[in-house]
């Protein structure tokens, strides 16, 4: 029986993925922060299942115990400040925890058992203004944010950890993922939680900034698939994980309300403090390489991972 820790398993992904293991056979731990209100919702159905130790990124000592106390046989690195408008207000914070927080969890790594398997949570978000399309493991970072720039951070510290201690380091390069454990906070979330408040008749309208962003959006269950399958191969190695295809914030709206029996045009209005400072274009996944690698691909598409959300949230606000 395998021993996993995760870091950030209160987390959309972690749950998913404590799900995931729990269904392996593993042990599972997770790293949680000391919080003034500690949110476990997503894991309470679990609960019973895994173990939780209070540490912290930025913490060096306390990653180093929780490795000492844990004894993992694989690390999964989920655990940031991953909020991009965020990243702007708390710059400092974001770098922290998502870029010098990564150091500070492969060194205490490094020194209690080396062998560990460690899966670092790398971003689209490091492609930013991309240099082609789709985007592939090859294609340059240029970040468009302080938490894309973080991110690369990590993304590069974990291969060179790699290659200077020969360490079993993988970065997935995860494409946006949603699920309804998404956070209200983003966009894919706030409209779907829109649309039940609005059809529960408790709001009218639904603001939002840029509907002609495009993303690359997948089923976060089917994504967690994609980091185990990454620490099970012979040799440690980089991955983009997405769908391949990419879809505007507008069509999202459009399927959300639609699923709802409304139309989006009457409800949905342009705020103009929800448009970024500076913008990510068009983001576009090419996952050739986990397809080929790790016998990946995502089980949800687009309209149904709209609906799955549409209908969870509308069911929350029946109850």
């Known amino acids: 029986m395998k021993t996993a820790l995760i870091t950030g398993i209160t987390g959309q992904d972690g749950s998913y993925l404590a799900e995931f293991l729990i269904e392996k056979g593993y042990t599972v731990h997770g790293m949680v922060r000391r919080a003034s209100t500690e949110t476990f919702s997503r894991i309470e159905h679990i609960r019973e299942k895994i173990t939780i130790h209070q540490a912290d990124l930025l913490d060096q000592l306390s990653l180093v115990n929780l490795i000492e106390t844990t004894q993992p046989d694989e690390v999964y690195n989920l655990a940031a400040q991953s909020f991009v408008p965020t990243s702007w207000v708390q710059p400092v914070l974001t770098a922290q925890f998502t870029a010098v927080g990564v150091t500070k969890m492969l060194e205490a790594i490094r020194l209690v058992n080396p062998k560990i398997r460690f899966y670092q949570a790398s971003s689209s978000e490091m492609f930013g203004k991309v240099k082609e399309v789709p985007q592939t493991e090859n294609t340059p970072f240029h970040p468009r944010s302080p938490y894309?720039?973080?991110?690369?951070?990590?993304?590069?510290?974990?291969?060179?950890?790699?290659?200077?201690?020969?360490?079993?380091?993988?970065?997935?390069?995860?494409?946006?993922?949603?699920?309804?454990?998404?956070?209200?906070?983003?966009?894919?979330?706030?409209?779907?939680?829109?649309?039940?408040?609005?059809?529960?008749?408790?709001?009218?309208?639904?603001?939002?900034?840029?509907?002609?962003?495009?993303?690359?959006?997948?089923?976060?269950?089917?994504?967690?698939?994609?980091?185990?399958?990454?620490?099970?191969?012979?040799?440690?190695?980089?991955?983009?994980?997405?769908?391949?295809?990419?879809?505007?914030?507008?069509?999202?709206?459009?399927?959300?309300?639609?699923?709802?029996?409304?139309?989006?045009?009457?409800?949905v209005k342009i705020d103009p403090q929800f448009i970024r400072p500076a913008e990510v274009d068009l983001l576009i996944g090419n996952p050739e390489k986990a397809r080929k690698n790790l016998n990946w691909t995502p089980h949800y598409t687009f309209k149904e991972l709209v609906h799955m959300m549409v209908d969870a949230d509308i069911k929350r606000y029946s109850k």
Not at 180 to 192: A, D, L
């Open 148 to 267: 894309g720039v973080a991110k690369v951070y990590g993304h590069w510290i974990t291969v060179n950890y790699r290659e200077s201690y020969n360490m079993y380091l993988c970065s997935g390069i995860l494409f946006n993922h949603e699920s309804p454990r998404r956070g209200k906070e983003f966009v894919t979330r706030k409209i779907t939680d829109g649309v039940a408040r609005i059809k529960s008749g408790l709001d009218k309208y639904l603001y939002l900034g840029n509907l002609d962003a495009k993303r690359d959006w997948g089923f976060a269950g089917d994504y967690v698939q994609a980091m185990w399958l990454m620490l099970q191969q012979d040799e440690p190695d980089d991955y983009v994980i997405a769908t391949g295809e990419t879809h505007s914030v507008e069509e999202f709206c459009e399927l959300a309300f639609a699923r709802a029996g409304l139309n989006y045009k009457n409800h």
